[in-house]
């Protein structure tokens, strides 16, 4: 059972790399309803993936210097994150996709409760489950679990990341449709629930 910063999180490099589900997930972090964990690797991986979207490698090139300030950004509002001693493969890794392998080992060293990723099919989840004690959940899926601790806190959180932005300022129905574009439907569906959505 989740409760409030007992619970450790690895969380994917996909899962990090959309804007808005990055900025989801590390305001919960902040407001302390978990604790965030990643690897360089992890680092490496979204934010190599996020200077791919761009259209040339010119502006890929001009675009690190504002990613590298995220990832450092990142690793100074939690000192604790970065697990720099990640651990050789395991034979309990049947079934884990090689490429994601080094995220469970990152996991392993962490003492991580769960894993939070978009790429479910390629974790073995009920193996990991049963063998390492380490759920794997989709975004959308872990958010509501933390909205469902409390929902007071949770309302907090997204008007907290809502005054954050301002270069531009997003509405609440921007935040609802980038919530959606990215994935975290049921998050949106919630935020646009009768009782919840005029106090945001």
């Known amino acids: 059972m989740l409760s409030f910063g007992r619970f450790t999180v690895v969380l994917d490099a996909c899962a990090l790399f959309p804007m808005v589900v990055r900025d989801v ?19 490496d991986e979204w934010t190599r993936n996020l200077a791919a979207r761009f259209a040339d490698k010119s502006a890929a090139n001009d ?42 080992m990152t996991a392993v060293a962490a003492r991580a409760d769960a894993i939070v990723t978009f790429n479910l099919k390629d974790f073995a989840a009920e193996h990991l489950e049963s063998s390492l ?23 907090a959180a997204f008007k907290d990341l809502r005054a954050r932005k301002r270069r531009p300022p997003w509405s609440v129905s921007e935040l609802l449709d980038r919530l959606i574009r990215a994935g975290l439907v049921q998050t949106s569906a919630w935020l646009s629930s009768t009782d919840v959505l005029p106090l945001l």
Do not use: C
């Open 63 to 104: 675009a690190m210097p504002k990613i590298t300030a995220i990832r450092n950004a990142m690793d100074r509002a939690f000192p604790d994150a970065l697990i720099e001693q990640v651990l050789p493969e395991s034979s309990e890794l049947i079934g884990v996709d090689r490429k994601d392998r080094h995220v469970v």
């Open 133 to 155: 004690r380490i759920e794997v959940k989709h975004p959308d899926v872990f958010i509501l679990d933390l909205i469902d601790l409390n929902e007071k806190r949770a309302l």
């Open 25 to 43: 997930l590390l305001t919960f972090a902040d407001h302390e309803f978990y604790a965030p964990r990643w690897s360089a690797r992890i680092h």
